[in-house]
C-alpha cells in the first residue's frame, strides 16, 4: 500500500470518510508503525513516498547495502587466514627467496592450498586486506629482508623492513585486492653464505 500525500485544507472544507479512510487510516496501514510485525523489523524507503519493512536479520549478520541501493542483511565473516613454517628452510646467500610452508594454522574462507600452492594465501574477494609477515634467521650475521609479494609481482608490489639488529624480522602493509590475488613471504639475506630460516609465517586478514 503507497503512502498518499495529505492535501491541504481550509477552514469550512469537509472532510469526508473517504479522505479519512484514505489519507489517515491507509497512511498508517503503509508506513511505520502500521508495516511492522516483528519486534526488531525496519522501516526503509523502498519508493518515492513508499515505506517498506525489512524484517530483522538473524544473529550474526549487518545491515548492508544492497546491489539495488536497498537494505538488506548479510553474514559477518572475518576473512583471515595464516600459514607458518617451523622447520629450517635453506636460504641462499645473496638471492631473493620464496618461503614455503608447511601448516594451514586459520582458513575461514578457503584461501589456503597448501597441497597445490605451498608458498601463498590467495584472497577470496575483493577489498582492502592487512597483509603481516614474520621470518626468524638462524643468525646475525649480514644484511637481511623480508618482503611481502603480491602476485609474484615487482618491487613495488612488495613491502620491506631492513632490521637493524635481530633475527625476527617483521613485514607489513595494507593492500586493496581483487578476488584471487594471491600474497607470498619472500626473504634475502647477505651472511656470506648459506643461512637457514627457521621459522616463518604469512597472515591475511580482510579489513575492509
Same mark, same amino acid.
Given at each position: ?6 492535501? $491541504? ?11 479519512? =479512510?484514505?489519507?489517515?487510516?491507509? =497512511? ?57 613454517? $617451523? ?30 600452492? =605451498? ?50 624480522? =617483521? ?25 637457514n630460516v627457521f621459522y616463518a609465517s604469512l597472515n591475511v586478514i580482510k579489513v575492509g
Open positions: 500500500m503507497a503512502y498518499s500525500v495529505v492535501p $491541504t485544507v481550509a477552514t469550512g472544507d469537509l472532510w469526508t470518510a473517504a479522505n479519512h =479512510n484514505t489519507y489517515i487510516r491507509d =497512511n498508517f496501514l503503509a508506513g511505520v508503525p502500521g508495516i511492522f510485525t516483528t519486534a526488531g523489523d525496519q522501516a526503509y524507503a523502498s519508493a518515492p513516498g513508499a515505506a517498506s519493512r525489512l524484517p530483522i536479520g538473524a544473529v550474526g549478520k549487518a545491515l548492508r547495502v544492497s546491489s539495488g541501493n536497498l537494505p538488506a542483511w548479510e553474514e559477518i565473516s572475518l576473512k583471515t587466514a595464516q600459514i607458518k613454517r $617451523t622447520t629450517n628452510q635453506n636460504i641462499p646467500n645473496g638471492t631473493d627467496t620464496v618461503v614455503t610452508f608447511t601448516t594451514e594454522v586459520i582458513d575461514t574462507n578457503g584461501m589456503v592450498d597448501l597441497g597445490t600452492y =605451498n608458498t601463498r594465501i590467495t584472497v577470496p574477494a575483493s577489498g582492502i586486506y592487512l597483509v603481516f609477515g614474520q621470518a626468524n634467521f638462524a643468525s646475525y650475521a649480514g644484511t637481511k629482508h623480508v618482503k611481502i609479494k603480491k602476485n609474484g609481482g615487482s618491487t613495488e608490489d612488495r613491502t620491506e623492513i631492513y632490521p637493524s639488529n635481530g633475527v625476527a624480522l =617483521n613485514s607489513i602493509g595494507l593492500y586493496q585486492c581483487i578476488a584471487n590475488d594471491y600474497f607470498e613471504l619472500m626473504v634475502h639475506q647477505g651472511s656470506g653464505g648459506d643461512l
